[in-house]
């Protein structure tokens, strides 16, 4: 049995890892197992109705996305929704559209049960059984779903009585530490593991969901859960420094942004100063905003930019894990700031990606039902000879700058991956830019939003690497992460 190495923003993810891991389950497993309690142990942060993507690659198989975004409801869709516009204190200031009406389709159950299927060893049930029974009596608040209520999140989870009831003492959010517990949260993941994510798209447990939201105002149809598909897409790859980048292509932009920063980086005279960070940072965003948010062929937009840029290409939860034979797995999932709705008798905490208006630019009005929302997510998997990197991160639009930031300590100054993520990071802003203590840039004073100590703003990058068979793991200590080596 390979040796595995693990890597999540809590202790609980490291530990469903291991578990699966020691009971025989491969990478892939280890993976799928790590992602889908991710999702639940973080409320606000993420949820267990979420989108996003895994990267795969492992020996022997060509590599591939597997993309479970959220997708836009409404097929067959009759009447009005229901949303409010909430502005929280998160991010120094951040405004989100909530309730039923936000909720995209998820595509985290479909998305995990293929991989499962496709690069699995230990049957599904068995993966969603270890996550059932870690959930079954709760699990403590994490600093980072607490930082993130008491930015603004409180005002989201606070309507629904099902949401209150799990995330506040009185009129307090749970303390860090203290248990948090979702009814029917367990029940609902033994069905999705015991009749597979088709009880979930085609099955009873969708009418019900459905049934229930659409009393309340949600767009969400039972036409959406069954026509929703998962897609395996080619990774976009491109040649940075002597490594092999493969990340998430199009119709995604996270993957092209990181690249685009990268290879400026690399490419730039003094790789590893600040200031050639927040340059081609710049740069990168630019080109997302200015040419690739609202082209009708974002691919072949993205290409045009690589390829201007001078790279070859051979052809919001993160959790990494790796084995000692090579094979990487590096997901990211999101439910966006969270829709603050649980359908009754699920224990599953909604999305509100329709409301995420950063990923709207052009509002919802113009999305057409069953088209994939736009995201920033990139988990990604470097190579150069025998060596390999898996990395994901959580952070919106600061994805790009924490990986970029990231792969460029790993393969341009040679850190290792835990001084690599641990290093001080920077990000754009629309006057200025952000940064961490450690960060010299050349910007006006009253431009610059120092915060002061390392902060989740900044993302949350977890890690994992291969070297000839030895293989390591790092989570960032901005969201409190953890890791597992599994023998």
Same mark, same amino acid.
């Given at each position: 049995?390979?040796?595995?190495?693990?890597?999540?923003a809590s202790p609980l993810i490291a530990r469903a890892g291991e578990i699966v891991g020691e009971s025989g389950g491969s990478v892939a497993d280890v993976a799928v197992a790590a992602?889908?309690?991710?999702?639940?142990?973080?409320?606000?942060?993420?949820?267990?109705?979420?989108?996003?993507?895994?990267?795969?690659?492992?020996? =022997?198989?060509?590599?591939? @996305?597997?993309? !479970?975004?959220? #997708? *836009? /409801? &409404?097929?067959?869709?009759?009447?009005?929704? $229901?949303?409010?516009?909430?502005?929280?204190?998160?991010?120094? =200031?951040?405004?989100?559209? @909530?309730?039923? !009406?936000?909720? #995209? *389709? /998820? &595509?985290?159950?479909?998305?995990?049960?293929? $991989?499962?299927?496709?690069?699995?060893?230990?049957?599904?049930?068995?993966?969603?059984?270890? @996550?059932?029974?870690?959930?079954?009596?709760?699990?403590?608040?994490?600093?980072?779903?607490?930082?993130?209520?008491?930015?603004?999140?409180?005002?989201?989870?606070?309507?629904?009585?099902?949401?209150?009831?799990?995330?506040?003492?009185?009129?307090?959010?749970?303390?860090?530490?203290?248990?948090?517990?979702?009814?029917?949260?367990?029940?609902?993941?033994?069905?999705?593991?015991?009749?597979?994510?088709?009880?979930?798209?085609?099955?009873?447990?969708?009418?019900?969901?459905?049934?229930?939201?659409?009393?309340?105002?949600?767009?969400?149809?039972?036409?959406?859960?069954?026509?929703?598909?998962?897609?395996?897409?080619?990774?976009?790859?491109?040649?940075?420094?002597?490594?092999?980048?493969?990340?998430?292509?199009?119709?995604?932009?996270?993957?092209?942004?990181?690249?685009?920063?990268?290879?400026?980086?690399?490419?730039?005279?003094?790789?590893?100063?600040?200031?050639?960070?927040?340059?081609?940072?710049?740069?990168?965003?630019?080109?997302?905003?200015?040419?690739?948010?609202?082209?009708?062929?974002?691919?072949?937009?993205?290409?045009?930019?690589?390829?201007?840029?001078?790279?070859?290409?051979?052809?919001?939860?993160?959790?990494?894990?790796?084995?000692?034979?090579?094979?990487?797995?590096?997901?990211?999932?999101?439910?966006?700031?969270?829709?603050?709705?649980?359908?009754?008798?699920?224990?599953?905490?909604?999305?509100?990606?329709?409301?995420?208006?950063?990923?709207?630019?052009?509002?919802?009005?113009?999305?057409?039902?069953?088209?994939?929302?736009?995201?920033?997510?990139?988990?990604?998997?470097?190579?150069?000879?025998?060596?390999?990197?898996?990395?994901?991160?959580?952070?919106?639009?600061?994805?790009?700058?924490?990986?970029?930031?990231?792969?460029?300590?790993?393969?341009?100054?040679?850190?290792?991956?835990?001084?690599?993520?641990?290093?001080?990071?920077?990000?754009?802003?629309?006057?200025?830019?952000?940064?961490?203590?450690?960060?010299?840039?050349?910007?006006?004073?009253?431009?610059?939003?120092?915060?002061?100590?390392?902060?989740?703003?900044?993302?949350?990058?977890?890690?994992?690497?291969?070297?000839?068979?030895?293989?390591?793991?790092?989570?960032?200590?901005?969201?409190?992460?953890?890791?597992?080596?599994?023998?």
């Amino acid at each position: 049995m390979p040796r595995i190495a693990v890597a999540g923003a809590s202790p609980l993810i490291a530990r469903a890892g291991e578990i699966v891991g020691e009971s025989g389950g491969s990478v892939a497993d280890v993976a799928v197992a790590a992602t889908l309690i991710a999702i639940c142990v973080e409320p606000g942060v993420c949820g267990p109705a979420a989108g996003g993507f895994l990267t795969v690659d492992l020996p =022997g198989n060509d590599p591939v @996305v597997v993309d !479970g975004y959220m #997708a *836009v /409801p &409404g097929l067959d869709f009759e009447g009005e929704s $229901v949303t409010r516009v909430v502005e929280m204190a998160y991010g120094g =200031g951040t405004r989100t559209i @909530v309730g039923p !009406g936000s909720i #995209a *389709v /998820p &595509g985290v159950f479909a998305a995990l049960h293929d $991989v499962s299927r496709r690069f699995g060893t230990a049957p599904w049930a068995q993966v969603v059984g270890v @996550v059932a029974d870690l959930v079954d009596e709760g699990f403590p608040m994490t600093r980072s779903a607490y930082d993130y209520m008491v930015e603004g999140g409180d005002e989201i989870y606070w309507a629904d009585p099902e949401t209150r009831r799990a995330m506040f003492v009185g009129e307090k959010v749970v303390p860090v530490g203290e248990t948090l517990y979702f009814d029917d949260l367990a029940d609902t993941l033994r069905l999705i593991g015991d009749e597979g994510a088709a009880v979930f798209y085609q099955g009873d447990l969708g009418r019900r969901i459905v049934e229930d939201l659409a009393d309340r105002g949600s767009m969400l149809t039972r036409r959406d859960l069954a026509e929703y598909e998962v897609i395996l897409r080619e990774p976009l790859s491109v040649e940075v420094a002597g490594w092999s980048l493969r990340t998430n292509p199009p119709p995604a932009v996270g993957g092209a942004a990181v690249a685009l920063a990268l290879g400026s980086i690399a490419a730039a005279p003094d790789p590893l100063d600040a200031n050639t960070w927040l340059s081609s940072l710049r740069q990168a965003f630019e080109a997302r905003v200015n040419d690739m948010e609202h082209a009708d062929d974002r691919e072949l937009v993205i290409r045009r930019l690589l390829t201007e840029a001078g790279l070859r290409s051979p052809s919001t939860i993160s959790v990494s894990a790796i084995d000692d034979e090579g094979g990487a797995v590096a997901a990211t999932f999101s439910a966006g700031y969270g829709s603050g709705i649980i359908p009754a008798g699920t224990g599953l905490l909604m999305n509100n990606g329709m409301g995420e208006v950063e990923l709207n630019p052009g509002g919802s009005e113009l999305q057409r039902p069953g088209e994939r929302l736009m995201s920033n997510m990139a988990p990604s998997v470097m190579r150069s000879g025998k060596r390999a990197v898996a990395v994901a991160s959580p952070g919106a639009d600061r994805i790009t700058t924490a990986l970029t930031i990231t792969l460029a300590r790993l393969a341009l100054a040679g850190d290792d991956i835990s001084r690599a993520i641990e290093h001080p990071r920077l990000h754009p802003r629309p006057t200025g830019a952000a940064t961490e203590p450690g960060i010299e840039i050349d910007e006006p004073p009253e431009s610059i939003r120092a915060y002061p100590a390392p902060n989740m703003y900044f993302g949350g990058v977890v890690g994992t690497t291969w070297d000839d068979g030895a293989i390591d793991a790092h989570a960032d200590s901005r969201r409190g992460g953890a890791i597992a080596f599994i023998e």
